[in-house]
């Protein structure tokens, strides 16, 4: 066994460091986190320009052909420095699909536009009435020639107003059975007919209802075969549950560290030095410890040829668990002042833990609920008996 | 990064799974209780892996890395195998850490495998350490008096002390005439402490051994049991807890295994992943067995049903170090320094 990533991560990493120290200045973590809004267009660009967007690719796309641990390595170096990666992260998984399923011609059009970083994509499948069982939705496609005709609405469109790009997924066959009647479009952002609503989350986080009447694209948008739209989800949702590794939990424990150590209580002793902090901060930094185990092992396992379903909800299950947990524990550690929000005077940690608690919230939902992730861990790891839904 | 095991550890962990699934069935385990020794299956067991494997070659030992130590201790855990081989490899590892003052000891260990040899965890007190881990059956007892790490051979009287984890725990008196000085002072305190971080690391491996065995026990009874016409597995509120204790099962031997690796690969790191991996394992063991006793309903009760074994082990095992909310204190000294440092 070894659990070091290993020297070309090593090597790697620190030509990351060097990028950010040039390239993410504070202004861009502080505007992202004022407008909620997680992505910098300037600094996607500059990421892209580098080709990190996709580095582990083959180069005739673009990539650099960096292994899996090389990646974990950049992914873990923007975590720990905060940088606004969002776009990043959803054009990837768009971008990861479409190299699987869509036909040259599209590669062509739409892959070294996004490895450059000159758009991004947003993904659209959650609805009003669809999240955790989404091949419910009801937002549809008609064929019309050449062109589909969208109609419906899509609910917590995350980027959808920076993007380029929705990868949407409409019901296109009312006759078949849930499954059976989707299909995939990346639908152009600018098309007519599309309404961009903002939504305010208790994380501070921007995301969108988006609305689409009578929205017209030609059949050179749609993505994988007509009605096979969920083998299409099938393979995104597999990304999404790929690249993982540390968290804001590990850049918000080291800076909490940080502040309790330079921090000295009215009565001169440190911060670190009281018990009810000590261990808080020693028992979120043992979940952080197995947190990242569980995201390299995911990493590892679909390095070596496997997949990893199981692994992988594991990982977002207790990584998002814990990170709210230890959140809540955190807040109360600062005692009154863990209520000052960034930005107040005298708020703790620069109110980073304030904020997170807040934004914990969010991770044990999207991307597949805890309740979801404990289905795929009981039946396909357990292998317990299907329940009934 | 590799997550895999060597041929070599596949090899050792299936030889010790092979032997203890023919000699260490439950009914074993229970003809063990209440003293937690079973000296035939210990003597087997010496065979495929005795006390001096975790030390050098060049020392007549086996030269096993303390992450080959701790897969075995995984399928111990596993088995509940009522063998003491946890504090026997601290115990030499202790011996020869120590160099010359030990080596007359544990060249007799070489030579004699199945003497049972412990390093007492807690301090002494008044010339007495108390529940002493394998204190029961152990004829060789190292312990920390004071500022000496001191060595006591010979037997004690053999009786184990009543405890919920039926394991062999006693009282052993370390004035005796013929003890003999390992080590003073700080060494004495360095080594003492490298052994009590080697049996939290061999510890955890342990307990993860064991919960997840009664994960499976209770996975398997979720599938089988039908009430309302179904299996209870498929009851959401049955498949949630043993999703979550699989998982803390999961991520604890992901980090037994890697404190037992930085042992020798990121001894920088080793403290505080040797407490981390003891803690969360205790807490992984515990819920595991918890539920999977829960699952059971009214026979999870009953001692007739092996899960108890398990469910009281989880509970016990971990103590040997005292309560576990210390060790958090411990692992925020092993993280920060200790407290009031500057
Ligand atoms: C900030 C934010 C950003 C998001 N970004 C995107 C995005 O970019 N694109 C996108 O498409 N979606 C996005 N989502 C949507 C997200 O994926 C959904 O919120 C999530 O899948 C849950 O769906 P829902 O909100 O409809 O809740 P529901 O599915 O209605 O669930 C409600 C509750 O019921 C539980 N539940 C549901 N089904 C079961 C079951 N079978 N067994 C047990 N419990 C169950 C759930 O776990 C949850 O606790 C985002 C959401 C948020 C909050």
Redesign the interface.
Known sequence: ??????PKSDAFRAEVRAFLDEHLDPEIIERAHRSGTNHDKDFHRAIGAQGWIAASWPAEYGGQERDP?EMTALRDELRLAGAPTDGMGLSLIVCQTIRRVATDEQKADFLPRALAGEITMSLGYSEPDSGSDVASIKTSAVRDGDEWVINGQKMFTTLAHVADYVFLLARTNHAVPKHKGLTMFLVPLDSPGIEIHPVHTVGGERTNATFYTDVRISDHYRIGEVDRGWDVMTVALTFERGGFGLSEADRVWEQA?GWA?ETRRPDG??V??D?GV??R???M??HN???R??A??T??VAA?GGLPGV?GS?HK??YAESMAADAAELVDMLGSEGVLQRGEDGAPVDGWVEHLFRHAAVTTIYGGTS?M???I???R????????R | ??????DEQDEVVSAVRALLTDRCPSDVVRASEPGGFDPELWTAFCRVAGPTIGVAEQLGGGGASL?DLELVCEQLGSFLAPVPFIDCVVAARTLAAVGDPGRHCLDALVAEPSTVSTVALGPVVDGTATLVTSGSIAGVLIALDADELVLVTGAGDGAARGNLGSSPLADRSVRDPGRSVLATRDLARAVHQQALDEWRTLMGGALVGLGAAALSIG?EY??NRHQFG??I????SI??D???A???V???R??A??AA??RS??DEHFA??SS?AF??ATRAARRASTVALHVHGGYGFTLEYDIQLYYRRAEAWPLGLGDP?RG??H??DA??GP????
């Open positions: 066994m070894d659990f070091r990533l290993g641990f560290v150590e002793s440190r670190i030095d018990a000590r261990e901060l020693a028992t930094r043992m410890e197995v947190a185990l569980l390299y092992r990493t590892f070596t692994e594991m299950l207790f309740e992730q404990r289905s861990i009981a039946e790891g357990l292998g317990l008996p299907r329940s009934s | 990064m590799d997550l895999n095991l060597t992450l996975v979720a599938k179904a299996p597995g498929s009851f959401q498949a949630r043993l999703a979550e699989a998982t803390l999961d991520g604890a992901l980090l295994r890697e690796w930085a690969e990121d505080p992943l981390m803690l969360f909310r958090v204190a692992l925020a993280l920060f407290a009031g440092a500057s």
